[in-house]
Nanobody
């Protein structure tokens, strides 16, 4: 699966950005999807995830209430809506896909379960 992440940019603190993740070579409907980020000099960290159906979503504590994740399997896309952005949200954001295996087996915050990764999109939040 070739994932493409887009939508990053420069925004002032308190602003919003909407990231998109798409795949042109394969349907994403069989994959759980996650977003991760990596800031300069820091480890990659998990941000949010959504199950194949889109009915269940998960968020890291530091983005709860500010970010939402959604998907449109018909359009083969997923989105991360980021509101109330803070300078500490500055990072390269990556979307990732983990093939569905069985209910309850999705370790959504474990980067190791994701087989496919997009190239990343830069998000910069100025203070």
């Amino acid at each position: 699966v070739q994932l493409q992440a887009s939508g990053g940019g420069l925004v002032q603190a308190g602003g919003s950005l909407r990231l998109s993740c798409s795949a042109s070579d394969r349907t994403l409907s069989n994959y759980n999807l996650g977003w991760f980020r990596q800031a300069p000099g820091k480890e990659r960290e998990w941000v949010a995830a959504i199950t194949v159906s889109g009915r269940v979503t998960y968020f890291a504590d530091f983005v709860k209430g500010r970010f939402t994740i959604s998907r449109d399997n018909a359009k083969n896309t997923a989105e991360l809506q980021m509101d109330s952005l803070k300078p500490e949200d500055t990072a390269v954001y990556y979307c990732a896909a983990a093939e569905f295996s069985r209910p309850g087996s999705y370790n959504y915050n474990d980067a190791g379960v994701y087989e496919y990764w997009g190239q990343g999109t830069q998000v910069t939040v100025s203070s």
